[in-house]
């Protein structure tokens, strides 16, 4: 990995208080076929945020304006000081004031084994919250399934070249390995991308019968298991 990374890199899940920062890298990451509508990331970002990451830079700020307001914490903390060493315990200096969003992979669990053009969809819903008709139960997320549908890997053009996928995507894998959410990830990817895919773990399954934005794609997979499992 590069050595040139940015300081403060975290990954967690996103929210839909994140819609417009996913928004905002996913146009510039994608022609305007391929780009994840608002419809879309705020269903897919209510329905399971927990099968989204977001990579993030992190901006801090000193917990402690003065070295008064410091010392005057600390005798407070004092009158209720426990007989652990204070040594050992952790002690929060700062606080995050703004962060960054960089990189994002965004899934729902699909119908079936693939990622299809109706998986990429939002369901229509009575109002009942519940699909009108058999064709949309096809769609959007699927909470019974043990497939996870990848529909967004992207970084932002300032990041790439520095590994930076990879390390998101096997972040993602391992959480959802150990998490045992399902079976196995799927994705559609460019034939440029293959090789990309194969090196993280993803196997190529052949042309996909998806045509969304009117490209062409391919089918991928990769299973998921625990880690000691992997082990045994």
């Known amino acids: 990995m590069s050595s040139d990374l940015p300081l403060h890199l975290a990954i967690r899940p996103l929210t839909l208080e994140d819609v417009d920062k996913v928004l905002e890298l996913e146009a510039i990451g994608f ?14 970002l209510s329905a399971c945020p927990e099968l989204s990451s977001g990579l993030f830079i992190r901006e801090f700020k000193s917990k402690y304006n003065t070295k008064d307001q410091k010392d005057d914490d600390h005798d ?85 070249k520095k590994n930076l996928a990879t390390l998101l995507l096997h972040d993602y894998i391992q959480k959802l390995s150990n998490q045992q959410v399902g079976e196995k990830i799927a994705i559609i990817a460019k034939e440029n991308l293959l090789p990309f895919y194969n090196r993280i773990g993803f196997i190529t399954k052949g042309l996909s019968d998806c045509k969304h934005g009117g490209e062409t794609w391919y089918d991928l997979h990769c299973a998921l298991a625990p880690e000691d499992e992997l082990d045994a």
């Open 76 to 160: 407070d903390d004092d009158k209720n000081k426990s007989s652990i060493d204070d040594d050992y315990l952790p002690e929060p200096r700062t606080t995050i004031v703004h962060e960054r969003l960089i990189g994002q992979i965004i899934g729902t669990k699909i119908y079936g084994d693939f990622v299809t053009n109706g998986s990429m969809e939002v369901p229509e819903l009575n109002e009942n919250g519940t699909p009108v008709n058999e064709e949309e139960t096809r769609k959007g997320h699927i909470e019974s399934s043990n497939t996870i549908g990848i529909h967004s890997v992207v970084v932002h053009p300032e990041y790439q």
């Open 31 to 44: 022609p305007p076929s391929e780009r994840c509508s608002l419809k879309s990331a705020n269903y897919r």
